[in-house]
Protein backbone atom coordinates (compact mmCIF):
# COMPACT_ATOMS: atom_id res chain seq x y z
CA UNK A 1 0.00 0.00 0.00
CA UNK A 2 1.08 3.62 -1.17
CA UNK A 3 1.20 6.21 0.47
CA UNK A 4 -0.53 9.36 -0.46
CA UNK A 5 -0.95 13.12 -0.23
CA UNK A 6 -2.72 14.08 3.03
CA UNK A 7 -3.25 10.40 4.61
CA UNK A 8 -1.93 10.64 8.05
CA UNK A 9 0.58 8.10 9.08
CA UNK A 10 2.85 7.08 12.25
CA UNK A 11 6.25 7.70 11.02
CA UNK A 12 9.90 6.59 13.21
CA UNK A 13 12.33 8.29 12.34
CA UNK A 14 16.44 9.44 12.43
CA UNK A 15 17.65 12.85 11.27
CA UNK A 16 21.03 12.30 10.68
CA UNK A 17 24.27 15.27 9.49
CA UNK A 18 27.94 14.46 9.18
CA UNK A 19 26.66 10.59 10.04
CA UNK A 20 25.63 12.03 13.62
CA UNK A 21 21.99 11.68 14.58
CA UNK A 22 20.52 15.04 15.79
CA UNK A 23 17.00 14.06 15.99
CA UNK A 24 14.91 10.79 16.19
CA UNK A 25 11.57 9.40 17.32
CA UNK A 26 13.63 5.83 18.72
CA UNK A 27 13.00 6.30 22.21
CA UNK A 28 16.07 4.49 23.14
CA UNK A 29 18.43 6.55 20.74
CA UNK A 30 16.47 9.46 21.93
CA UNK A 31 17.60 9.01 25.83
CA UNK A 32 21.33 8.58 24.62
CA UNK A 33 21.29 11.67 23.63
CA UNK A 34 18.75 13.17 26.25
CA UNK A 35 18.02 11.11 29.23
CA UNK A 36 14.86 13.43 30.04
CA UNK A 37 13.88 12.94 26.14
CA UNK A 38 10.35 11.08 25.74
CA UNK A 39 10.63 10.76 21.92
CA UNK A 40 8.22 8.16 20.10
CA UNK A 41 7.23 8.13 16.47
CA UNK A 42 5.05 10.83 15.75
CA UNK A 43 1.72 11.38 13.39
CA UNK A 44 1.66 13.43 10.54
CA UNK A 45 -0.38 14.61 7.66
CA UNK A 46 1.38 14.38 4.57
CA UNK A 47 2.24 17.44 2.55
CA UNK A 48 0.80 19.47 5.17
CA UNK A 49 3.98 20.73 5.95
CA UNK A 50 4.41 18.95 9.43
CA UNK A 51 7.90 18.15 8.02
CA UNK A 52 10.83 19.38 6.37
CA UNK A 53 9.87 20.07 3.05
CA UNK A 54 11.96 17.67 1.28
CA UNK A 55 11.31 15.43 3.76
CA UNK A 56 7.66 15.56 3.82
CA UNK A 57 7.60 14.85 -0.29
CA UNK A 58 9.62 12.12 -0.27
CA UNK A 59 6.61 9.91 1.74
CA UNK A 60 4.39 10.37 -0.91
CA UNK A 61 4.61 6.47 -3.09
CA UNK A 62 6.51 5.17 0.15
CA UNK A 63 4.98 1.66 1.18
CA UNK A 64 4.23 1.00 5.01
CA UNK A 65 6.50 -1.30 6.68
CA UNK A 66 9.57 -0.25 4.17
CA UNK A 67 12.93 1.22 5.13
CA UNK A 68 13.69 3.87 3.78
CA UNK A 69 17.04 6.93 3.21
CA UNK A 70 16.87 10.24 1.93
CA UNK A 71 19.61 12.59 1.39
CA UNK A 72 18.19 16.47 1.48
CA UNK A 73 20.50 19.68 0.52
CA UNK A 74 20.57 22.39 2.81
CA UNK A 75 17.80 24.29 0.78
CA UNK A 76 15.75 21.20 1.07
CA UNK A 77 16.14 20.70 4.61
CA UNK A 78 17.51 24.05 7.10
CA UNK A 79 17.72 26.10 4.71
CA UNK A 80 21.26 27.98 3.53
CA UNK A 81 23.32 29.95 5.86
CA UNK A 82 22.16 33.67 5.70
CA UNK A 83 25.29 36.05 6.46
CA UNK A 84 22.72 38.54 7.62
CA UNK A 85 21.85 36.31 10.62
CA UNK A 86 25.26 36.67 12.05
CA UNK A 87 24.86 39.80 14.54
CA UNK A 88 27.08 41.76 16.85
CA UNK A 89 26.05 42.54 20.40
CA UNK A 90 27.08 44.16 23.44
CA UNK A 91 28.28 42.03 26.23
CA UNK A 92 26.53 43.72 28.73
CA UNK A 93 23.41 42.31 27.35
CA UNK A 94 24.82 39.04 28.18
CA UNK A 95 26.00 39.91 31.70
CA UNK A 96 22.44 41.43 32.28
CA UNK A 97 21.38 38.19 32.04
CA UNK A 98 24.00 36.44 33.82
CA UNK A 99 25.58 34.76 30.87
CA UNK A 100 28.99 34.65 30.03
CA UNK A 101 29.71 33.94 26.84
CA UNK A 102 31.89 31.72 25.03
CA UNK A 103 33.41 30.84 21.60
CA UNK A 104 31.64 27.58 20.73
CA UNK A 105 28.74 28.10 23.21
CA UNK A 106 24.98 27.47 22.10
CA UNK A 107 22.46 29.09 24.18
CA UNK A 108 19.03 30.78 23.75
CA UNK A 109 18.57 34.16 22.89
CA UNK A 110 15.66 36.28 22.06
CA UNK A 111 13.66 32.39 21.98
CA UNK A 112 16.72 31.11 19.29
CA UNK A 113 19.50 28.88 19.68
CA UNK A 114 22.08 30.89 18.83
CA UNK A 115 25.56 29.80 18.43
CA UNK A 116 28.53 32.34 20.02
CA UNK A 117 31.22 32.73 17.51
CA UNK A 118 33.47 35.22 19.50
CA UNK A 119 34.43 37.53 22.43
CA UNK A 120 36.18 40.41 21.75
CA UNK A 121 36.26 43.07 24.17
CA UNK A 122 33.01 44.65 24.77
CA UNK A 123 31.48 42.53 21.58
CA UNK A 124 29.70 38.96 21.24
CA UNK A 125 29.68 38.00 17.32
CA UNK A 126 26.59 35.39 17.63
CA UNK A 127 24.67 33.50 14.86
CA UNK A 128 21.44 33.42 14.63
CA UNK A 129 21.16 31.14 11.78
CA UNK A 130 19.74 27.37 12.47
CA UNK A 131 22.27 25.20 13.83
CA UNK A 132 22.03 23.03 11.13
CA UNK A 133 21.77 25.86 7.85
CA UNK A 134 23.79 25.26 5.23
CA UNK A 135 24.18 21.56 6.12
CA UNK A 136 22.94 18.29 4.09
CA UNK A 137 21.30 16.11 5.79
CA UNK A 138 20.00 12.42 5.68
CA UNK A 139 16.53 10.73 7.36
CA UNK A 140 16.45 6.94 7.62
CA UNK A 141 13.12 6.71 8.05
CA UNK A 142 10.19 4.03 8.04
CA UNK A 143 6.38 4.29 7.52
CA UNK A 144 4.73 2.35 10.25
CA UNK A 145 1.17 2.25 9.36
CA UNK A 146 -1.72 4.79 7.87
CA UNK A 147 -4.19 6.53 10.59
CA UNK A 148 -7.83 6.30 9.59
CA UNK A 149 -9.53 6.82 12.77
CA UNK A 150 -10.81 10.99 12.87
CA UNK A 151 -10.17 10.65 16.79
CA UNK A 152 -6.46 9.73 16.26
CA UNK A 153 -5.71 12.38 13.98
CA UNK A 154 -7.18 15.13 16.10
CA UNK A 155 -5.15 14.26 18.82
CA UNK A 156 -2.15 14.19 16.44
CA UNK A 157 -2.58 17.79 15.62
CA UNK A 158 -3.15 18.55 19.18
CA UNK A 159 0.28 17.03 20.08
CA UNK A 160 2.15 18.93 16.79
CA UNK A 161 0.33 22.11 17.20
CA UNK A 162 -1.42 22.26 20.96
CA UNK A 163 1.60 20.21 22.84
CA UNK A 164 -1.23 18.79 24.76
CA UNK A 165 -4.41 17.44 24.60
CA UNK A 166 -7.93 18.42 25.53
CA UNK A 167 -11.18 17.21 25.55
CA UNK A 168 -13.37 17.46 22.92
CA UNK A 169 -16.69 15.82 20.68
CA UNK A 170 -17.10 15.26 17.34
CA UNK A 171 -20.21 16.15 15.13
CA UNK A 172 -19.55 14.91 11.87
CA UNK A 173 -22.94 16.20 10.07
CA UNK A 174 -21.72 19.49 10.63
CA UNK A 175 -17.81 18.77 10.51
CA UNK A 176 -17.48 20.63 13.69
CA UNK A 177 -14.91 19.46 16.09
CA UNK A 178 -16.05 20.92 19.58
CA UNK A 179 -13.71 21.55 23.07
CA UNK A 180 -14.98 20.84 26.18
CA UNK A 181 -12.39 23.05 27.90
CA UNK A 182 -12.26 26.52 28.19
CA UNK A 183 -8.14 26.52 28.18
CA UNK A 184 -8.87 25.23 24.43
CA UNK A 185 -9.84 28.98 23.78
CA UNK A 186 -6.30 30.27 22.27
CA UNK A 187 -5.16 27.52 20.98
CA UNK A 188 -7.88 27.06 18.72
CA UNK A 189 -7.88 30.85 17.85
CA UNK A 190 -4.18 30.32 16.66
CA UNK A 191 -4.49 26.74 14.94
CA UNK A 192 -8.07 27.24 13.93
CA UNK A 193 -7.13 27.77 9.99
CA UNK A 194 -4.78 24.94 10.16
CA UNK A 195 -6.80 22.10 11.30
CA UNK A 196 -9.34 23.69 8.98
CA UNK A 197 -6.28 23.05 6.01
CA UNK A 198 -5.45 19.32 7.02
CA UNK A 199 -9.21 18.19 8.15
CA UNK A 200 -11.37 19.73 6.94
CA UNK A 201 -13.41 20.06 9.81
CA UNK A 202 -14.43 23.45 11.86
CA UNK A 203 -13.36 23.86 15.61
CA UNK A 204 -15.09 25.20 18.62
CA UNK A 205 -15.51 25.71 22.30
CA UNK A 206 -18.00 25.05 24.52
CA UNK A 207 -18.02 24.78 28.23
CA UNK A 208 -20.64 23.37 30.00
CA UNK A 209 -22.41 26.16 32.84
CA UNK A 210 -22.05 24.27 36.09
CA UNK A 211 -24.96 26.43 37.39
CA UNK A 212 -27.31 25.80 34.28
CA UNK A 213 -26.45 22.12 35.11
CA UNK A 214 -27.15 22.17 38.59
CA UNK A 215 -30.12 24.25 37.77
CA UNK A 216 -31.11 21.21 35.10
CA UNK A 217 -31.03 18.34 38.01
Known amino acids: MKIKKNEFVELEFDGKTNGEIFDTTNSERAKKMNPNSN ?32 QLKAEQAFGKRNSSLIKTIPLKIFKE ?8 MILQLDYNLVKVLSVSGGRVIVDFNNLLAGKEVTYDFIIKRKVVEIQEKINSLQDFFFKKRFKFEINNKDKKIIFLEKAATPF ?5 KKFKEILDYILEVRVENKKDSKDSN
Open 39 to 70: SKPIIICVGKGMLLKGFDESLEEKEIGKKYSI
Open 97 to 104: KDIQPSRG
Open 188 to 192: IRIFE
